[in-house]
T-cell receptor, first 112, second 115 residues
Framework: AQSVSQHNHHVILSEAASLELGCNYS??????LFWYVQYPGQHLQLLLK??????LVKGIKGFEAEFIKSKFSFNLRKPSVQWSDTAEYFC??????????FGTGTRLQVFP | DTGVSQNPRHKITKRGQNVTFRCDPI?????LYWYRQTLGQGPEFLTY????????KSRLLSDRFSAERPKGSFSTLEIQRTEQGDSAMYLC?????????????FGDGTRLSIL
């Protein structure tokens, strides 16, 4: 069965620090990969997605993620975080069907 | 883009009662999904529709749960004889099937609290 692991449950950073959130998935075939963000009191929003092609994908608000097939990873990065990036971040995958399999999420707190 | 709309936002009910939630997807989206999210967890897939056809249902879904999308537009999720363990946020998402992969757009969810 497909699964997604997010090893960082809670990350605390100061503004301007660099961010990397880990995401690993288990599935041997072709996958589509997503990062969603949930700001306090808001619904899940798509940050970026990977379907095929260039393994380095750029999303909204300066976020990017790199798909490394050999490591089954899709880590999220941002070179300089802002206070407004405080949110919960979810990695998700789908493969054979359209249903999304989500990780448990990473809570990011950014302090000014 | 009016977004995915879910009603009610919050439902409080006693154990054993039936509850029904509604989801209105983005108007041109023909795929509609239901997920459940509990505290500290990511959303968990429940079921999904393409137009009015229910294409997949999670094996974890109890027989007390039923979902419909009778006209291929809005959908309802009903839980019969609610239990404490049903307390969760119920999320609806929709997407457009263009023969390729399209991202899912989520609503604000319905929070169910069982007393």
């Amino acid at each position: 069965a497909q699964s997604v692991s997010q090893h960082n449950h809670h990350v605390i950073l100061s503004e301007a620090a660099s961010l990397e959130l880990g995401c690993n998935y288990s599935y041997g075939g072709t996958v589509n990969l997503f990062w969603y963000v949930q700001y306090p009191g808001q619904h899940l929003q798509l940050l970026l997605k990977y379907f095929s092609g260039d393994p380095l994908v750029k999303g909204i608000k300066g976020f990017e993620a790199e798909f490394i097939k050999s490591k089954f990873s899709f880590n999220l990065r941002k070179p300089s975080v802002q206070w407004s990036d405080t949110a919960e971040y979810f990695c998700a995958v789908n493969a054979d069907t359209d249903k999304l399999i989500f990780g448990t999420g990473t809570r990011l707190q950014v302090f000014p | 883009d009016t977004g995915v709309s879910q009603n009610p936002r919050h439902k409080i009910t006693k154990r054993g009662q039936n509850v029904t939630f509604r989801c209105d997807p983005i108007s041109e989206h023909n795929r509609l999904y239901w997920y459940r999210q509990t505290l500290g967890q990511g959303p968990e897939f429940l079921t999904y529709f393409q137009n009015e056809a229910q294409l997949e249902k999670s094996r974890l879904l109890s027989d007390r749960f039923s979902a419909e999308r009778p006209k291929g537009s809005f959908s309802t999720l009903e839980i019969q004889r609610t239990e404490q363990g049903d307390s969760a946020m119920y999320l609806c998402a929709s997407s457009l099937d263009r023969g390729g992969n399209q991202p899912q757009h989520f609503g604000d969810g319905t929070r169910l609290s069982i007393l």
